[in-house]
């Protein structure tokens, strides 16, 4: 086992060949501030670390989230902790998040990263997948790259029930600290590529959001009580299987602020004006609505 840098007490496990880690010989209740700064060291290189036998409480989980910087609870869902800093979801089927995504794509500033308490877990099923938003830029066709970094998409909070809520953001983004290159589209947030028609961009996004899943950028973690996961919201995305029958409990604190830079300014206007007065124009009515709604603010 590799050991990281700055922490010779920890031992590191690849769990895939595209990202994710093992992390033990640390005690994330008692870590401070050192230890905060090589884990998110780990963090960087990994993308999404796995602590078992942690068994924080909610307020030990909330210390360990403030190292990383302000903490949110979900925004448009109603958890059931009584700490407004976590969000906990209970359920026993359903009630997960099953299709890929990043969190809060639907906010100006989404998270940076979150922390997942296991609190309690299935014997069997209720694993999460997790995929490099790096690696499926770069195993891009190179026109395809060209095209997809001088565009942008709007992604909304209708599955959370408030489609209102909008944010645009580039399709392809920067990374702050790798200055490395990933895909921000995903099958759960985002409605539209701002710059193509919506027959357009259907094609587009379908094939985009299909292709980060590919299992070759994946890894898949299969849950243990008391461990926690830590993910970089910035480069990937995760999805939840809805494969279990016993009660799945998880909290979760979620670290907020990010600004997702686009890897090249957008070259086209968006396109709001396909003529349909129908049904179909209810596309590029919902993108007008935010692109108005946003000049009127300034």
């Known amino acids: 086992m590799a050991t990281a840098t700055n922490a010779p007490a920890f031992d590191v496990l690849p769990m895939s060949g595209s990202l994710g880690a093992e992390v033990r010989g640390i005690s994330l209740e008692h870590a401070g501030p050192t230890e905060?700064?090589?884990?998110?060291?780990?963090?960087?290189?990994?993308?999404?670390?796995?602590?078992p036998d942690q068994h924080l409480t909610p307020d030990a989980h909330i210390a360990f989230g403030r190292h990383f910087g302000d903490l949110e609870g979900h925004p448009n869902v109603q958890g059931t902790s009584e700490h407004s800093e976590i969000f906990e979801l209970r359920a026993s089927r359903g009630a997960v998040a099953d299709e890929w995504h990043?969190?809060?794509?639907?906010?100006?500033?989404?998270s940076v990263l979150a922390i997942l308490n296991m609190v309690k877990c299935p014997a069997v099923g209720g694993?999460?997948?997790?995929?490099?938003?790096?690696?499926?830029?770069?195993?891009?066709?190179?026109?395809l790259q060209d095209l997809c970094e001088g565009l942008t998409?709007?992604?909304?909070?209708?599955?959370?029930?408030?489609?209102e809520k909008m944010s645009i953001h580039p399709v392809v983004r920067v990374h702050p600290v790798?200055?490395?290159?990933?895909?921000?589209?995903?099958?759960?947030?985002?409605?539209?590529?701002?710059?193509l028609s919506h027959e357009e961009s259907d094609l587009l996004l379908g094939h985009l959001t299909r292709w980060a899943s590919n299992p070759s950028f994946t890894v898949r973690y299969s849950w243990a009580q008391g461990t926690i996961a830590m993910w970089d919201n910035r480069c990937t995305q995760h999805?939840?299987?809805?494969?279990?029958?016993?009660e799945r409990v998880i909290q979760r604190v979620t670290v907020m602020g990010d600004q997702p830079e686009a890897a090249s300014p957008a070259?086209?206007?968006?396109?709001?004006?396909?003529?349909?007065?129908?049904?179909?124009?209810?596309?590029?009515?919902?993108?007008?609505?935010?692109?108005?709604?946003?000049?009127?603010?300034?």
């Not at 905060?36 to 602590?51: K, R, T, Y």
């Not at 694993?127 to 066709?141: F, I, P, Q, R």
């Not at 895909?183 to 947030?189: G, Q, S």
Request: a negative charge; proline letters at 5%.
């Open 153 to 163: 998409a709007l992604h909304d909070a209708h599955p959370h029930g408030q489609p």
């Open 102 to 110: 990043s969190d809060l794509t639907c906010q100006d500033q989404p």
């Open 36 to 51: 905060a700064e090589a884990i998110l060291s780990l963090l960087i290189e990994h993308m999404v670390l796995f602590f």
């Open 127 to 143: 694993d999460t997948m997790w995929a490099n938003m790096v690696k499926a830029y770069d195993a891009l066709s190179r026109p």
């Open 178 to 195: 790798t200055r490395r290159k990933s895909l921000f589209v995903n099958e759960h947030f985002t409605r539209r590529i701002v710059e």
């Open 267 to 298: 070259r086209f206007e968006p396109f709001t004006n396909s003529g349909a007065p129908g049904a179909s124009g209810r596309h590029d009515r919902q993108l007008k609505a935010y692109l108005d709604a946003k000049a009127q603010a300034r």
């Open 239 to 246: 999805y939840v299987l809805d494969d279990f029958e016993e």
